[in-house]
């Protein structure tokens, strides 16, 4: 079943930078939605913990160059 993870993401400055955010975290395996709100520096992600975790996710929003943390 899936599971729902959201993190704080800081230093997006524009709608360009949450775009490349989503496109990232849409590339891995087991991602059914991702999210990204640059307004309120959030990303939303669902997911399919067989295939994907947190920490997989949250490093992946860091290899775009964003500092992430999760928050639930
Ligand atoms: Mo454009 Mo957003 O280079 O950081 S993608 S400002």
Same mark, same amino acid.
């Given at each position: 079943s899936e599971r729902k993870a959201l993190y704080s993401v /800081? +230093?997006?400055?524009c709608s360009a930078c949450a775009g490349s955010v989503e496109k990232a975290i849409k590339?891995?395996? +087991? /991602?059914?939605e991702a999210v990204v709100d640059v307004l309120n520096n959030r990303a939303q992600v669902l997911f399919y913990p067989a295939f994907v975790n947190e920490e997989a996710i949250r490093e992946t929003i860091e290899d775009v160059g964003f500092q992430a943390t999760l928050m639930q």
């Open positions: /800081i +230093g997006m400055t590339r891995l395996p +087991g /991602i059914k």
